[in-house]
Structures are given as C-alpha cells and as structure tokens.
C-alpha cells in the first residue's frame, strides 16, 4: 500500500465510520459506530498491529474452510472473524478458564454439539470438527435471539448471561442496549491471549 514498515496510517474518526456504514449496507450485522467500537479499531489497527499482522497470515490457513462450513449452513461470511478474536487463529490454545481450540469451547459445549474429548483426544482443537461444531452452535444462539449481533454476544458470554441481561435492561433485544448490563469481560471484549 506504499507506506514504509514503520509506518502506522492513522485515519479519522469520520473515515472509520465511514467505511463501517459501507459495510452495514453489505451485512447481517449491525455495525454501530461510536465510541467502544472506534476505541477498538484502534486497538487492533495501532496497538497490536504485530497480532493483526500474524492472525491475517494464519488466516490462509482456516478462511476458506470456514467460509465453505459457514456457506454450507447459509450463515454471515463475517462469522469466520470470530475465531481471531476467540483464539487468534491457534487450534491449541487453551482460555484461564478452560476453554480451548480455534472457536474456544469449554468441555460441557465441546460435549454438547459433538466434540469427542477423553485422555487420549480432544476434538476442540479439530479446525474441521471444531467449525463444524461453532456453525451449529451459532445457529441455535441466532434461533434464540433472531440477531446476529446477539448470538456473538451469547457466544461469549453465555445464554444464561445475556437473557439476564435482557432481563435487566427491560426486555431490550439488541446488543449495544443490553451491553451495560453483561459481564464487564464481554462489554470490552479483548481476548486474554492478546491483552
């Protein structure tokens, strides 16, 4: 793109929003632009461009089989982005409390949508048996909500975490009124692995 190695582009606010509402017109999610989001953008764009940088390498590696799994279960494309936040795009690596593999599932979500785990095998770190799992998990959390922004945020913080959630705010069903009432590790998602 031109710009040296130790360059970092900045770009404004208002380019940011920009390019979001380009994108809103084109999917399933709501892509609000406000301050949480840009603060993220930030993150990711400035603070840890070296994450960024390898994740977009190990990319190669998983992106067209999770498109083909998301196709197959005629689901958003934009889903594939959720396992670099989740894992970093690493099918090892194991959360503080328990969750492991690209899609991060704990043992109990593992078990429940098919993942074979014992002394000898743990099918959470499978990329094909995992995504294959995360699509049919994802399905069941967007026929709870009928919002895709609501299903990312059951996916991290749990059902039971967001209905209370929905509870609290007085019945609210999107994701940006319901925030302030989930757990503070979802309201500013940063995955330990790259905080």
């Known amino acids: ?14 380019i940011y929003c920009m390019r979001l509402a380009l994108m809103n ?3 399933p999610f709501h892509l609000d632009c406000n301050e949480d ?6 993150y990711f764009a ?8 390898v994740t977009m390498g190990r990319s190669a590696l998983y992106f067209n089989m999770f498109e083909e799994k998301l196709a197959k279960h005629d689901m958003p494309i934009e889903l594939k982005y959720l396992s670099v936040i989740e894992s970093g795009l690493r099918p090892q ?24 785990q014992n002394s000898y095998i743990d099918e959470r770190m499978d990329p094909e048996l995992a995504t294959e799992a995360a699509c049919r998990y994802l399905k069941h959390l967007y ?11 059951s996916y991290n913080a ?26 503070r590790e979802t309201q500013g998602y940063v995955p330990n692995f790259i905080a």
């Open 1 to 14: 793109l031109g710009y040296d190695e130790k360059d970092v582009p900045q770009f404004s606010d208002s």
């Open 25 to 27: 017109e084109k999917s």
């Open 37 to 42: 989001v840009l603060s993220v953008i930030d």
């Open 46 to 53: 400035r603070k840890r461009r070296r994450f960024t940088a």
């Open 93 to 116: 690596i194991k959360s503080r409390a328990g969750a492991l593999g690209l899609w991060q599932f704990m043992y109990r979500t593992g078990k429940m949508y098919g993942l074979e």
């Open 143 to 153: 026929s709870m909500y009928g919002d895709w922004n609501m299903a990312l945020a």
């Open 158 to 183: 749990g059902p039971g975490n967001v209905n209370k959630a929905i509870r609290r705010s007085g019945g609210k069903m999107t994701y940006w009124e319901i925030r302030p009432y989930l757990p």
